[in-house]
């Protein structure tokens, strides 16, 4: 399974906003340093297996957010304002304002736009969104929160307020992830 370089550019940027230019260049230095892959360019066209990516997202973490995983959920936040948002890549799936299309439509395409393995599953009924990801060789909690921030942040966009209901969660143990978001208007 591989990743777009987009999520490694997305984060790249997003450091260097938050911490500086100099800070990044010093974690990559030492990231290099210990993984030969990351002195490579890594474009947003760069397929990074996904071994790779999770390197260097563990190393991400540690340095910039002393090891706290729910700070995935910022990248997926961060993610969906910067793609979504009018000039981002993806911003006409905004313009239609169906979320229902949007959740069955855009979030699967979304998916496979960034990664070339697993399977994402989402429909809308009843005001409530079902997002399930199921097929991932590596169980790490980053393709978790990294997906449900991107939704939740997609969702606000929409004008909905999404209360969470995790069912199956990478956290817990289970071989899938499966959340529940009920919506409720802003």
Do not use: C
Not at 112 to 120: A, C, E, H, I, S
């Amino acid at each position: 399974m591989n990743v777009k370089g987009t999520a490694f550019v997305t984060g790249k940027v997003t450091i260097m906003a938050a911490f500086g230019e100099e800070r990044w260049n010093a974690f990559m230095a030492k990231l290099s340093a210990k993984e030969k892959y990351f002195s490579q360019m890594i474009m947003s066209v760069t397929a990074i297996p996904i071994e790779k990516h999770l390197i260097f997202l563990d190393a991400l973490i540690k340095e910039f957010f002393n090891n706290d995983n729910k700070n995935y959920l910022m990248f997926g936040k961060v993610g969906a304002k910067y793609s979504l948002s009018p000039g981002g890549p993806y911003n006409s799936y905004l313009l239609t304002r169906d979320v229902k299309q949007f959740v069955e439509q855009g979030m699967p395409k979304l998916w496979t736009t960034y990664f070339d393995g697993g399977k994402l599953d989402a429909h809308y009924e009843n005001n409530v969104v079902h997002l399930k990801i199921t097929g991932i060789p590596v169980k790490h909690v980053y393709f978790e929160y990294l997906v449900m921030g991107f939704l939740q942040k997609a969702l606000k966009m929409f004008g909905k307020k999404p209360l969470e209901k995790k069912i199956k969660t990478f956290e817990k143990g289970d071989d899938d992830i499966y959340y529940q978001y009920e919506l409720k208007d802003v």
